[in-house]
């Protein structure tokens, strides 16, 4: 059958080509006068077809260090909330990479968010992966509004702390709580 629709392919393209056809004249925004980004234009008084964007103009997604909200509770709990939904069923509750989500991608695993190499990465570098995905990791800008990206960061942030933080660091009802722990 493959065979079959190879042959019939093949045949189409002969009789386009014996027809003096070529595969530019298929489709017409092939041939349509157009300017080309990098090549030149009379059109404008610089001589490049590209244009420099308006002054002031901001990219669409990008937000400015200055435009990050201060790290307040109620930042942390929009973050925490947030995360529960976007974030835990790969990365698990805890950031530890432990979802059952996770536990169906046998070959890229999402990772530990409490992995050095993951701790070590800068707040913007985060907002960016939340904003942008990476690997397999869609691209989540699209269910985040950046306030929400930036609460998100701040309270991966403050799991990261959570799960580093030494018992004896812990508050006394805190620590006696877990020592009590089986």
Do not use: N
């Not at 964007?53 to 400015?64: S, Y």
């Not at 069923?89 to 999402?110: I, N, T």
């Not at 990465?121 to 942008?132: K, N, P, Q």
Request: hydrophobic letters at 45%.
């Amino acid at each position: 059958m493959r065979t079959l629709a190879a042959l019939a392919a093949l045949a189409a393209l002969a009789a386009l080509a014996a027809a003096g056809c070529h595969p530019a004249d298929i489709d017409p925004l092939d041939r349509q006068p157009k300017l080309k980004p990098y090549a030149g234009s009379d059109l404008s008084r610089d001589g490049r077809a590209m244009r420099a964007p308006p002054i002031g103009a901001v990219p669409r997604e990008r937000e400015l260090a200055g435009d990050r909200p201060p790290v307040t509770r109620a930042l942390l709990s929009l973050g925490r909330a947030r995360f529960d939904v976007v974030c835990a069923p790969c990365h698990g509750l805890a950031g530890d990479g432990d979802s059952l989500v996770a536990g169906k991608m046998g070959l890229r695993p999402p990772p530990s968010l409490h992995e050095a190499r993951i701790r070590a990465l800068e707040d913007d570098a985060i907002d960016g992966v939340i904003r942008d995905g990476y690997g397999l990791m869609p691209r989540l800008s699209m269910h985040l509004e950046p306030r929400e990206r930036w609460a998100v960061v701040a309270y991966v942030r403050a799991l990261q702390q959570s799960q580093a933080l030494p018992l004896a660091d812990a508050p006394a009802r805190v620590r006696a709580e877990l020592e009590g722990m089986p």
